[in-house]
Antibody
Framework: QVQLVQSGAEVRKPGASVKVSCKAS????????IHWVRQAPGHGLEWMGI????????SYAQKFHGRVTMTSDTSTSTVYMELSSLKSEDTAVYYC??????????????WGQGTLVTVSS | QSVLTQPPSASGTPGQRVTISCSGS????????VYWYQQLPRTAPKLLIY???QRPSGVPDRFSGSKSGTSASLAISGLQSEDEADYYC???????????FGGGTKLTVL
């Protein structure tokens, strides 16, 4: 069965970086793009970007340009999202989600369990 | 401030029909298809409607979507207690070159 398993909760100080992983299983890793979406406590969903694990092509939300880097490791079927220069406003649950091959660019079918990143001095 | 505008809350009684609106712009909903997500408490979002009015396998036909111009709506008929959740609309935005979400609508089943 398809699964996306994310790394555990992280605590960082302002100005630091965090790298969240999303390990895929149950399907051909390189055949599906992965979205990253975050949700601050009590707030709505915010799209961060998307990566094609086959080749590593990325597209980032303008808001995060220069601060976010998404990568993939085909040997371990894992995608990574690294966010730098962290601020308290980056405190959120970060989700990875698979984009199906049908349904359009904004569609998703499987989600990771979410990773809480807390930024606090 | 979200790019897509939704009412913060909606409510209905069991069996009722409720609609949730989503307003965008010419670069978002006006040029691209609309998606709806359901988020139950403390869970990851789930795709409810894609490409304006298509339901993924397993989503009950009580849920339906529509789009007109730069706005869209999600309708839920035969409201059930388990429909109590947050609902988000989403679309691609050509100006921002990215996915944009509405601020979310909290649906309460009275």
């Amino acid at each position: 069965q398809v699964q996306l398993v994310q790394s555990g909760a992280e605590v960082r100080k302002p100005g630091a970086s965090v790298k969240v992983s999303c390990k895929a299983s149950g399907y051909t890793f390189t055949s599906y793009h992965i979205h990253w979406v975050r949700q601050a406590p009590g707030h709505g969903l915010e799209w961060m970007g998307i990566i094609n694990p086959s080749g590593g092509t990325t597209s980032y939300a303008q808001k995060f340009h220069g601060r976010v880097t998404m990568t993939s490791d085909t040997s371990t079927s894992t995608v990574y999202m690294e966010l730098s220069s962290l601020k308290s406003e980056d405190t959120a649950v970060y989700y990875c989600a698979r984009k199906p091959n049908r349904g359009g660019l904004v569609a998703t079918d499987y989600w990771g369990q979410g990773t809480l990143v807390t930024v606090s001095s | 401030q979200s790019v897509l505008t939704q009412p913060p809350s909606a409510s209905g009684t069991p069996g009722q029909r409720v609609t949730i609106s989503c307003s965008g712009s010419s670069s978002s909903i006006g040029s691209n298809t609309v998606y709806w997500y359901q988020q139950l408490p403390r869970t990851a979002p789930k795709l409810l409607i894609y490409m304006n009015n298509q339901r993924p396998s397993g989503v009950p036909d009580r849920f339906s979507g529509s789009k007109s111009g730069t706005s869209a709506s999600l309708a839920i008929s035969g409201l059930q207690s388990e429909d109590e959740a947050d609902y988000y609309c989403a679309s691609w935005d050509d100006s921002l070159n990215g996915v944009v979400f509405g601020g979310g609508t909290k649906l309460t089943v009275l």
